[in-house]
């Protein structure tokens, strides 16, 4: 499976932009898929997971409602839905699969072997 993530960019503070990640094939009962982000010079960080044929998706706290993952099975994609951004948010963002993800661990970056390149999203005036 190859995961390519694409619409990122530049966006004004308090502006909104919808990032989808495209999978090779038919992942969605078979992976787990989560996102992820890492900013210059820190970790990369957990945003979002959703299970392989599951609907309950989970968000890290710093989230606080902001952010909004989706799936289109029979297209093969993952989306998050960015709102009200701030500079804080700039990052690479980046989409992951996995088939076996324990839940205490579901958004730790070293549960998951499949990545996409990532895509840059800048928040800034």
């Known amino acids: 499976v190859q995961l390519v993530e694409s619409g990122g960019g530049l966006v004004q503070p308090g502006g909104s932009l919808r990032l989808s990640c495209e999978a090779s094939?038919?992942?969605?009962?078979?992976?787990?898929v989560a996102w992820f982000r890492q900013a210059p010079g820190k970790e990369r960080e957990g945003i979002s997971f959703i299970p392989k044929g599951g609907i309950r998706i989970f968000y890290a706290d710093f989230v606080e409602g902001r952010f909004t993952m989706s799936r289109d099975g029979a297209k093969n994609m993952v989306y998050l839905q960015l709102n009200s951004l701030t500079p804080e948010d700039t990052a690479v963002y980046y989409c992951?699969?996995?088939?076996?993800?324990?839940?205490?661990?579901?958004?730790?970056?070293?549960?998951?072997?499949?990545w996409g390149r990532g895509t840059q999203v800048t928040v800034s005036s």
């Open positions: 094939r038919f992942i969605s009962g078979q992976y787990n």
């Open positions: 992951a699969a996995g088939r076996a993800i324990i839940t205490a661990d579901r958004i730790n970056p070293n549960s998951y072997n499949i």
